[in-house]
């Protein structure tokens, strides 16, 4: 499908702002897409062009990013996932999650905190307790924060206030830790990249080690966003979890 001639725009209304949204309506499996730190919906822009069309497909842009409203609150992962319900419940919404990096931090609360899709696939998934507890070890995280927040502020004409909540703001209360995800029972994919210098693999595995039932594939070669380098072979693994009976939870 084509970003630009295969989507319609819109824009919910929530309690915290209006969500902007890409919508294209099939009559295949209904899949949700949440961009990473700072980016948009033009973030899936190459990987939706690998997409048939008989697929139901969304993007938003999170709460403070691209074309939905940025008001001056404290970013917390919790908050934005409750924005998401406030959009999924007015469309009645089922279906498969796909987030990536910071937007995998919101699916994965959002699905083990506030209500279960049909199916979670998280690609180079933020938010992990072992990051924060290994940068705090290294005595690095305010550095790497630091080169976080200057590298996402050149990108996107993001909104400084924003970016600054999401990155400095205190969310250890958020991080996503094996206590996150007791009693889980909702079948996930896991998607890295070999190569991510953000994240490391390691961490992928990790998280596969505090999911239940979850799955963990490694794309060789793949940065920090495998579904734009590797867009084939990342949309392969996402249909045979929707499809095989394999992936069910056990």
Same mark, same amino acid.
């Given at each position: 499908?084509?970003?630009?001639?295969?989507?319609?725009?819109?824009?919910?209304?929530?309690?915290?702002?209006?969500?902007?949204?890409?919508? $294209?309506?099939?009559?295949?499996?209904?899949?949700?897409?949440?961009?990473?730190?700072?980016?948009? /919906?033009?973030?899936?822009?190459?990987?939706?062009?690998?997409?048939?069309? =008989?697929? +139901?497909? /969304?993007?938003?842009?999170?709460?403070?990013?691209?074309?939905?409203?940025?008001?001056?609150?404290?970013?917390?992962?919790?908050?934005?996932?409750?924005?998401?319900?406030?959009?999924?419940?007015?469309?009645?919404?089922?279906?498969?999650?796909?987030?990536?990096?910071?937007?995998?931090?919101?699916?994965?609360?959002?699905?083990? %905190?506030?209500?279960?899709?049909?199916?979670?696939?998280?690609? +180079?998934?933020?938010?992990? +307790?072992?990051?924060?507890?290994?940068?705090?070890?290294?005595?690095?995280?305010?550095?790497?924060? =630091?080169?976080?927040?200057? %590298?996402?502020?050149?990108?996107?004409?993001?909104?400084?206030?924003?970016?600054?909540?999401?990155?400095?703001?205190?969310?250890?209360?958020?991080?996503?830790?094996?206590? /996150?995800?007791?009693?889980?029972?909702?079948? /996930?994919?896991?998607?890295?990249?070999?190569?991510?210098?953000?994240?490391?693999?390691?961490?992928?595995?990790?998280?596969?080690?505090?999911?239940?039932?979850?799955?963990?594939?490694?794309?060789?070669?793949?940065? $920090?966003?495998?579904?734009?380098?590797?867009?084939?072979?990342?949309?392969?693994?996402?249909? +045979?979890?929707?499809?095989?009976?394999?992936?069910?939870?056990?």
């Amino acid at each position: 499908m084509d970003y630009e001639k295969d989507f319609v725009e819109g824009f919910v209304k929530t309690s915290k702002g209006s969500i902007r949204f890409l919508r $294209h309506t099939g009559v295949g499996k209904k899949l949700l897409f949440l961009h990473g730190l700072g980016g948009s /919906t033009v973030s899936w822009k190459k990987f939706f062009s690998v997409i048939p069309k =008989d697929y +139901d497909v /969304t993007a938003i842009d999170l709460l403070g990013h691209g074309g939905s409203d940025a008001p001056e609150i404290c970013y917390s992962v919790t908050l934005q996932a409750q924005v998401l319900d406030e959009v999924l419940n007015s469309w009645d919404w089922k279906g498969y999650i796909v987030g990536h990096s910071y937007g995998g931090w919101v699916a994965a609360t959002y699905a083990a %905190r506030v209500k279960k899709p049909e199916g979670l696939v998280l690609i +180079d998934s933020l938010g992990i +307790d072992k990051i924060f507890k290994d940068m705090i070890a290294l005595g690095v995280e305010e550095q790497n924060k =630091d080169v976080l927040f200057d %590298r996402v502020m050149l990108i996107n004409s993001n909104k400084n206030h924003v970016i600054r909540s999401i990155v400095y703001d205190d969310h250890e209360s958020e991080w996503l830790r094996a206590e /996150t995800f007791e009693g889980f029972a909702c079948k /996930t994919l896991i998607i890295w990249g070999s190569d991510d210098v953000e994240i490391n693999e390691s961490y992928g595995k990790y998280l596969l080690e505090i999911i239940p039932g979850s799955r963990f594939v490694c794309i060789e070669g793949a940065g $920090h966003s495998p579904f734009f380098t590797n867009s084939e072979e990342c949309w392969k693994l996402i249909t +045979d979890f929707i499809w095989l009976p394999t992936y069910a939870i056990k």
